[in-house]
């Protein structure tokens, strides 16, 4: 199974900062990487897929980025709504496995 | 606008099977572009993928379930479903339903809102 880690596992904020989160893969897995936002209580949905397309609907300040192992994903100017937790997901090889999340809040 | 709706049990004795049934509204499931997937998000812990169905019924799931998975589709009713059997404490979690890509890198576009299921004598 392809191993995901994220980094960090959390991070505080303010409102207007630019924010990175970075996922790694255990081996290889192209371009094949989505990143969800979840929120107490809710589904997550769907910010960016294949490493760097942005899913209809989602804010621009919303980016993502690399291909192989190592991945990122960056919001460019943090909004309010943009509290949440950020999940990377492999979509290479099954099981299509998480990483463990990467909670943001409020500084 | 497409919908799902997770549906079953929310309690479910340990050592017995948990079903859930995504029921799918606002549009068809007989596009081969998609599968229909199972994720849950058990408490203070992240997402896990148990697996997922596509409309010849043909399933991948996640071995670290140790083949306790089975899943089924009924693309007349609109439905797929989620057997888990000998469930134990650490099954207990809010079990999402979604439709993923089989292209692309398998994203998942939209989701049930979520069912929570606790494991509990």
């Known amino acids: 199974d392809t191993q995901m880690t994220q980094s960090p596992s959390s991070l505080s904020a303010s409102v207007g900062d630019r924010v990175t989160i970075t996922c790694r893969a255990s081996q290889s897995i192209t371009s094949y990487l989505n990143w969800y936002q979840q929120k107490p209580g809710k589904a997550p949905k769907l910010l960016i897929y294949?490493?760097?397309s942005v899913q209809s609907g989602v804010p621009s300040r919303f980016s993502g980025s690399g291909s192989g192992t190592d991945f990122t994903l960056t919001i460019s100017s943090l909004q309010p709504e943009d509290f949440a937790t950020y999940y990377c997901?492999?979509?290479?090889?099954?099981?299509?496995?998480f990483g463990p999340g990467t909670k943001v809040d409020v500084k | 606008q497409l919908q799902l709706q997770e549906s079953g049990p929310g309690l479910v004795k340990p050592s017995q099977t948990l079903s859930l049934t995504c029921t799918v509204s606002g549009g068809s499931m007989s596009s081969d572009s998609y599968c229909w997937s199972w994720?849950?998000?058990?408490?203070?812990?992240?997402l896990e993928w148990i697996g997922h169905i596509y409309t010849s019924g043909n399933t991948n799931d996640n071995l670290?379930?140790?083949?306790?998975v089975s899943m089924s589709i009924d693309t007349s009713k609109n439905q797929f479903s989620l057997r888990l059997s000998s469930v134990t404490a650490a099954d207990t979690a809010v079990y999402y339903c979604a439709r993923c890509y089989d292209f692309w890198s398998g994203h998942c576009d939209y989701w049930g809102q979520g069912t929570l299921v606790t494991v509990s004598s």
């Open positions: 294949a490493a760097s």
């Open positions: 670290s379930l140790k083949s306790r």
């Open positions: 997901q492999q979509g290479y090889s099954p099981p299509f496995t």
């Open positions: 994720i849950r998000l058990p408490a203070g812990k992240g």
